[in-house]
DNA sequence: AAGTCTTGTGATAGAATTATGAGATTCAAG
DNA sequence: CTTGAATCTCATAATTCTATCACAAGACTT
């Protein structure tokens, strides 16, 4: 999924939230669809397999709880993220909503600015584990979150240059395994158009081996870098 | 891992969450077991040996930390992935948590859906090294990957040189056969055009002799080398 | 047992590859 | 527009591999 603009199917019976929060989303540039109810909610979520649903809780016809189980069932929306709206102070409704699959919850009354950065929160991390699961590499002393892009080595916590990330995830992705020289490349640099100098990967181990200890890397003449604990 | 259902322990003093996470991991079809502070978590992992265990980090009596320390100290659950249940932005206990020997951690609040697929990656990892060995040659003590470019001899990761590499695979992969100078000149020296004096062989042989032990390495007068374990 | 052929060994030269220091260039934050 | 970090380049030094040679050591023949 790469810039594809995200889907967002909105339903509530209240006119005036459909159009506030519609309104707020197109604005950040969100393709969003409406329903009144939990079924007609449940049809359109087939029909037009968004992103992100947004369900109140409480609805005529269909209640939310209900709509959240029936869509968790429909296999094509396994990815789909779902929230509620709930009232402040709904405990209940809110495990209720967890317990039929829910991802996360709005609190009425609605903020707009906390609504849209909520929406993009979920967007955001739902389009991770597509590509990349487990996130954290831990070797030793060395604990790599790829999520946060941190890294703590020896119990301090280390900020590293871009380039030294990628390569150090790469490395410690397999550990013992020997990556040779092309294959950095193509992960680090997107090896099909840049081409970079020779020796640009030594430097960037050299950096590495700076910062985390000579012994870690080793050197496969000929043939490239390993990473071993 | 077949299709043996994986066993999950979850700890939490929070009958709710305790409620509402092993609803949705039994949904997924996992095993369940739950205790409620650390104490009862660490004799639940001694009598059900769970493949995974999900430790609050806040508990009475005992804590998540400590918990996973005792845990890490039973050798029969060597293998047990340990992650940590952490409020957002508790960097300490994060820290501190993979100090003790934890493999994750889970931010709460708690996005069943996220636990679910994180829950199933971790197992996936888990269950990786066993399955999928695709290029590895084990005899004996040595174990040679060629995708990885890794040995491992003696429980020792060894790196060797190219052509060093290149003929061990070679003898290697056909453990006890003779391989005539003239086939490992074709194989590891690109054989047609290159020429290369009578001795060269002999001193790579002795090389591999040198890092690998003298008997493996058999001469056979006239013809060539082979191995044996 | 001496002769002949083949392999083992130590030393070393030549190749290839990597490490490093210094500096240019890019990029983004202020 | 500065400024500083990050990234990349390049020339040179340092290492490590490879290959070769000369000779020692075995092994097989006759």
Known sequence: ?????????????????????????KNEGYQVFTAENGKEGVQKAKKKKPDLIILDVMMPVMDGIEACEQIRKIPELDHTIITFLTARGEDYSMIAGFDAGADDYIAKPIKPRVLVSKVKSLLRRNAMPKGDEGNIIKIGDLIIDKDQYKIVFKKEEIILPRKEFELLSLLTSKPGKVFKREEILDVVWGGNEVIVGGRTIDVHI??????????????????GYKYVK
Chains 1, 2 share one sequence.
């Open 1 to 25: 999924m790469k810039d594809a603009i995200a889907k967002i199917l909105l339903v509530d019976d209240e006119p005036d939230i459909l159009e506030i929060v519609s309104y707020n989303l």
């Open 206 to 223: 050299r950096k590495l081996r700076e910062k985390l200890g000579d012994d870690s890397f080793k050197t496969v003449k000929g043939v």
